[in-house]
């Protein structure tokens, strides 16, 4: 069967810092994966999705960015993090095909101090 | 912009109650629809799966899609404390991607 493993699963930054969150998948290949955040008490929005190694599309500009150097990661990262970069961040995979559905790791629940 | 709309809530039942969750989207093509559970602060957790008009049902749980209507519902039979979450509705657009509602929050109350 099919996991998902999202890292760390909270996180305290200050403004100004770098970001990493990595999300890893097994027991599939090739899966759609993508970026969420979700701000507290609000809906999903979408940061980023890959249907394929090195393919990334980005849904929203910010200064966020996420990379997929191998088919089953997927990476967000940032250079200098903002106040308004705090939220909970989910890593999701799917099959990618029309009758799929979206299947999220853990989160990552980020505080920029 | 095509958008899945769901009304914030909070819905409030009693313990034993249907629960009674809707969902409207606009874009005509969807024809994927998906229903998730998220407790707080947790991630969201797939629960209902619908493709075709009618009912579908698992458990206590049942899923109506009407796409006449472009209308989903779900349907939370003998509600208990423990289903006391925000519930999502999502549908699949052309392109395959998954278009989400705000979510609904459901309070079961003993």
């Known amino acids: 069967s099919q996991t998902i493993h999202q890292w760390p699963a909270t996180l305290v930054q200050p403004v100004g810092s770098p970001l990493s969150l990595e999300c890893t998948v097994e027991g599939t290949s090739n899966p759609n994966l993508y970026w969420y955040r979700q701000a507290a008490g609000r809906g999903l929005q979408l940061l980023f999705y890959?249907?394929?190694?090195?393919?990334i599309s980005s849904e929203v500009p910010q200064n966020l960015s996420a990379s997929r150097p191998q088919d089953r990661q997927f990476i967000l990262s940032s250079k200098k993090l903002l106040l308004s970069d705090s939220g909970f961040y989910l890593c999701a995979w799917s099959l990618g095909d029309r009758d799929s559905p979206l299947h999220f790791g853990n989160g990552t629940r980020l505080t920029v101090t | 912009q095509k958008e899945v709309e769901q009304n914030s809530g909070p819905l409030s039942v009693p313990e034993g109650a249907i629960a009674s969750l809707n969902c409207t989207y606009s874009?005509?093509?969807?024809?994927?629809f998906f229903w998730y559970r998220q407790y707080s602060g947790k991630s969201p957790e797939l629960i209902m799966s619908?493709?075709?008009?009618g009912d579908k049902e698992d458990g206590r749980f049942t899923a109506q899609l009407n796409k006449a209507s472009q209308y989903v519902s779900l349907l939370i039979r003998d509600s208990q404390p423990s289903d006391s979450a925000t519930y999502l509705c999502a549908a699949t657009n052309a392109g395959n991607m998954l278009t989400f509602g705000g979510g609904t929050r459901l309070m079961v109350k003993p």
């Open positions: 874009d005509r093509v969807s024809q994927s």
């Open positions: 619908i493709y075709s008009n």
């Open positions: 890959s249907v394929g190694i090195g393919q």
